[in-house]
Structures are given as C-alpha cells and as structure tokens.
C-alpha cells in the first residue's frame, strides 16, 4: 500500500540537504522548547512550528496555508472516526459496569492465585476501546477490592493492569497514537491492528506481567486509601489526576461532556455520576462479545482482501466488496457501538436520552489528543512539502541506518526530550513518512511493523515530565524513586520488547 500524501504536492527545495536538515533539527527543539519551557499547549506548538518551518524553508506564501489544512484536515479524517467511535463505546462499556464484570468473571476462571493474570487479562479486553488515563482509574477500585481481599503489595495487581493500557493504548487502533501513525505512514490498519495485538500481547506478558509481579514481590507497597471507600468514577481525585481521562470545575466537580461524571444531552448540565454496581450488570459473554465483534469484523476485511490480492477468491466479488465495506475499521466500530447502545443501553432499560448522555460524556477528554494528532499531521505534511523529508531520506540512505531502526531511535527521543507519547507518536511519523515515500520496496507489513516502532519508541523511559508517571505514583502511593525503579523501568521493557519484535518480524517478512 503507497504512503498517503497529505500535503500540496512538493515544490523544488530551496535549500540543499544540509540547510534542510539543520531546519528539521531546529524545529524539534523549537517544538521541545515551546512545550517544557514555555509550556505551550502542543496543539498550538505544532501549529506554530509548522508555519515557521514553511516559512523557513521557503515553501509558496500561496502553498503554506493549503499545506498546513491538507495535512491537518487528511490525517483527522480518520483519526477523529476512530478515536471518537472508539471513546463511545468505552464509556458505554465503563457506564453499564463492563469493566467490573470482566474482572469479576476472569478472576473467578483464573483462581485467586493468578488474581493479577486475571486483572491483566480483562484490562487488555477492556483497554481495546478505551484510552490508558480513563481505563486506569475505571479499573483502579477494582484492583484496589481484590488486592484488600487477597493481600500484597498494590503493585503486583496494579502493574500488570497498567502495562495492559499502556500496550493496548500504544499499539492497538483504534487508539489515536497508531492510528495516526499508519494514516501518516499510508500503512493498512488492519495489518496495523494485526502486529498490534501479535507484538503487544508477548509484549505485556513478559514487560508486564512477569515483571509486575516480580516488582509486586520486591516492592511492597500498602493499597492506599485514595478514594475514602468512594469509586474511581465519583472521587474529586479521580476527576482530576488524569487530564486526558477528565476535566473538572473549580469546586472539583466533572465538566459536562467529560468523563467520569455523565453529562447531560449534548454537553448540558451534568447528572449524578452512576454508582459503581448498576442493578443489571451485562453478562461476561456480552462484555466479550462486544469486545470482539469489530476485531472480527476488522480480520474478515483483511482476511478475505489478503485472498483477494492471492488470487484464491475473487477480488470483484460482492462478498469481498461487503466484507471491505463493514471490516473497514470506521464502519466496524459504528456497528459495534451501535450495537452496544442497544444491548448496553436499551437493552437494560436506559432511556434514549440517558444513552445520548452517557455516550456524549465520552468526547470532551478526546478532543485535545484529536487536535495535536491532526497537527502532527500537518508537521509532518509541511516536512514533505518542504524536501525535508527526501533530505532525511538521502541521509538515511547512506548511513545504512534501516528506516525501522531510525524511526525507533527518532521516536525514544522525542519522548523521553518531552514526555507526551502523542507527540513522540505523531511528530516522529511526521519527520519519517517523507523518507517512507522516497524509499522503495516497502512492502504493507513493513509500513505497520514501522508503525509498531515507532509506538514501542513512545513508551519508553516514562519519567518526571509524563502526566503517566505522576498518575501512576499518585493512585499507588509510590514515591518518586520507587515509581521510577518499576513503572518506568516496566514502561522501558514494554517499548524495547515491542520494538525488538518488530524489527524481527521485519527481518522475517
């Protein structure tokens, strides 16, 4: 599959190679100033950085403001679907006690002496549609029940449920970090989501379960009393210690149109937030099969389009027209979601207004990652539009350096520089899809497999300027050393095992 391109087409560059690399190194650490310096929201920090860079680099006064919109508007046109799709039906998931369920049933398969299996397990079930921030603290006061009940050190329930929304939020579509990626890299979602789940899965049982565990047995750490007997989803403190998973008011009361609390019809007044057991919790097979229905729907696409292209069925085809249309990644999130108001929601008596509310509540803590991601994309077609990516490229070529290898090292960087893995995420596929472009012989694993680098790039080295490492810390009572001596160590394992079964599966395909 050829690399989108999502910027006017590119002009003569002004410069040789080496004035355009000094540009492309300049605004990164413009861009790195901008945010920890001058904390500048990224949002406006990308789009500032990327009108300098045209400027700079002479692209046409005429041609700047349809490069900056094309690249901006292209990338969310995907990216915002995906994201808000995916968001809705977490919150549907989350509102009608999904979430309990899941570890509930997955504790009681597995025994209690596997507890933290159990926990990991349904924390990757339920992080596939839901955002890290969010997902944590929904899952916080069930982790809390069974490690009061069972005993032990927080971190040995606690670890592996994180790692899990860590691999799922940076592997996985439909969540906006590789979402973006491939969009910007023109790789194929399907096979995207396809590596996701093959890397990220070993990935987390080995950086995140085994040494959540080991850490869990080295550290002991007391199961805090953060919310007083309260949930996740009705403590002031949940509401405000993840800003990506909620906003809250002056009083410390959530914001209509943000989650925990569910707002009212389209961003009205907020109602009471819902209590931590519904009356009529859906059954574990519900809660699965809803998890797993788009995942099908996503893998016939690919499956059958994969024959397709082999020649074993016929690629004009009805049923492989049908199987594209449903198995595309929008549309097989619409049907689940839909199919999710109805079993979650009307199913279980919730009237249409209610669902309207709960599902609404789910978009305003999405919004800022939508925004940076979509100016990622227009950093990264400003880059192209430039000739800074085919400088990068020729530099790359004769440095030998593969490009899954350079994409990686770009991506650990920008991260540990600057903290925000949707920046690291966005801004390196940015600086890499130009050089993608001017490369040949990729083939639609490669373009997925460099995808998956570049988020295992992201995870590393969480540190002190990661809005994670103090939502981690703060919720498990850690100090400041203990946090670094598990979750960023944990944090680095799970982006370098990632990263070193890429670049294998790369060598093999």
Known sequence: MEPRLFAAEAVEPAYSAGPLLLIAAASVVLLLFMIIKLKLHAFVALILVS??????????????VTTLTSGFGSTLASVALLVGLGAMLGRLLDFSGGAQVLADSLVRAFGEKRAPLALGVAALLFGFPIFFDAGFVVFLPIV??????????ILLYGLPVAAAFAVMHAFVPPHPGPVAAAELLGADLGLTLVFGLLIGLPTWLIGGYW??????????????????????????????????AAQSGPDGTAVAGTAPAVAGPSGGPETKAEPVHPANPPSFGTVLSLLLLPLILIFLNTGLTTLATAGTVDEDSTVVAVAQLIGSTPVALLITLLVAMVVLGRHRGESAEKIESVVNSALGPVCAVILITGAGGMFG????????????????ADTGLPVIVAAFV?????????????????????????????????S?????????????????????????????????????????????????LLGTIGFALALLLSLIL
């Open 51 to 64: 009108l300098l860079v045209a400027l700079v680099a002479r692209v046409p006064l005429t041609d700047i």
């Open 444 to 492: 639609g694993p490669d373009l997925a497999l460099i995808v998956i680098a570049i988020a295992s790039g992201a995870t590393v080295l969480s540190h002190v300027n990661d809005s994670g490492f103090w939502l981690v810390s703060r919720f498990f009572g850690m100090d400041v050393k203990t946090t670094l001596k598990t979750w960023t160590v944990m944090e680095t």
């Open 381 to 396: 077609g400003v880059l192209r539009a430039s000739g800074i990516g085919e400088a990068l490229a020729d530099v790359l």
């Open 410 to 442: 770009i991506s650990v960087l920008l991260r540990v520089a600057q903290g925000s893995a949707t920046v690291a995420l966005t801004t390196t596929a940015g600086l890499i899809a130009p050089v993608i472009e001017a490369t040949s012989g990729l």
């Open 211 to 244: 040494f959540g565990t080991w850490a869990g047995r080295r550290y002991h750490i007391a199961v805090p009393d953060v919310f007083g007997g309260g949930s996740a989803k009705t403590d002031p403190t949940a509401a405000t210690a993840a800003p990506d």
């Open 144 to 153: 809390f029940t069974i490690a009061r009940r069972l005993g032990g050190s």
